[in-house]
């Protein structure tokens, strides 16, 4: 879900990639209906471990569990982490899955560019109105140093 809102909110500051420490092996349906209500393509995405992504070349990972897994990466990855907890839906109803969609989307908008493209112009728009908060989306202003672990 994480990977589908940054690829269709900023296709130009980050290129995000979503691995899980333990991978489902599915993307679960309520996912991609969350995901298909606010018109968000999913085409593409499936369930991946660390394994399956370039650790080494990325310079942020956003660690959305509640458990901060991400102070335990393996030794490639040396960039920074970012701690934004989320429940995680999983084995909950849709609408746990819609708060999900909300709450990272949110971020994805509004606080993931100020940590990590803080110096380009950003603008998070949606045509059918999703998140409608973000209308008045302030410009994001620079990290300070207690943002970024």
């Known amino acids: 879900m994480a990977e589908a809102l940054a690829r269709h909110f900023d296709d130009e500051c980050i290129e995000p990639f979503s691995a899980g420490l333990k991978p489902l092996g599915s993307i679960p ?3 991609l209906e969350a995901l298909a209500e606010v018109g968000i393509p999913t085409g593409g ?8 992504v ?4 990325m310079d942020y990972l956003v660690d959305l569990t ?4 991400g ?5 490639a990855f040396s960039g ?7 429940r995680d839906p999983f084995g909950h109803d849709l609408e746990a899955f819609r708060q999900a969609r909300e709450k990272i989307g949110l971020y994805v908008c509004r606080e993931l560019p100020r940590l990590v ?9 949606h045509p059918k109105g999703l998140l409608e908060a973000l209308r008045n ?3 994001p202003q620079p990290p300070s140093a207690k943002d970024v672990l």
Request: hydrophobic share 35%; charged share 20%.
């Open 29 to 31: 349906p309520f996912t």
């Open 117 to 125: 493209c803080w110096q380009k112009r950003f603008w998070c728009l």
């Open 80 to 86: 920074k982490v970012i701690s934004y907890p989320v």
């Open 71 to 75: 102070r335990r990466m393996p030794h």
């Open 66 to 69: 509640t458990t901060r897994a």
């Open 45 to 52: 995405l499936y369930s991946k471990g660390l394994s399956e």
């Open 137 to 139: 989306t302030p410009k």
């Open 54 to 57: 370039w650790l080494h070349q």
